[in-house]
């Protein structure tokens, strides 16, 4: 069982940062590969970044790569999400996942077995 709590989210300008943790709980942390997805209003839910359990590999969707950067700290059961150059269209609710082991995909959120409750993330023009 892994229990996640996001945070770090909020309302900053376009071209502005933040950046997301994701702080899990539980002993097997490390053994799963993480990721993040968001969900704007009136959207599905979609992926945005995921990352192994080692941390080696690191994967974007294409509206994010080269702006927003996945890591983790496995000490800390930590996982989080640098978002630069944000634009009107990253507003959303973030959420990070845990990945079913053996799981096939990083991006298909129906690959994930456990959730936060999302932290809310406003981009102004």
Request: proline content about 2%.
């Amino acid at each position: 069982q892994v229990q996640l709590v996001e945070s770090g989210g909020g309302l900053v300008q376009a071209g502005g940062s933040l950046r997301l943790s994701c702080a899990a709980s539980g002993r097997t942390f490390s053994s799963y590969a993480m990721g993040w997805f968001r969900q704007a209003p009136g959207k599905e839910r979609e992926f945005v970044a995921a990352i192994s359990w080692s941390g080696g590999s690191t994967y974007y969707a294409d509206s994010v790569k080269g702006r927003f950067t996945i890591s983790r700290d496995n000490a800390k059961n930590t996982v989080y999400l640098q978002m630069n150059s944000l634009k009107p269209e990253d507003t959303a609710v973030y959420y990070c996942a845990a990945n079913r082991p053996g799981a096939k995909s990083v991006s298909d959120l129906y690959e994930y077995d456990y959730w936060g409750q999302g932290t809310h993330v406003t981009v102004e023009s």
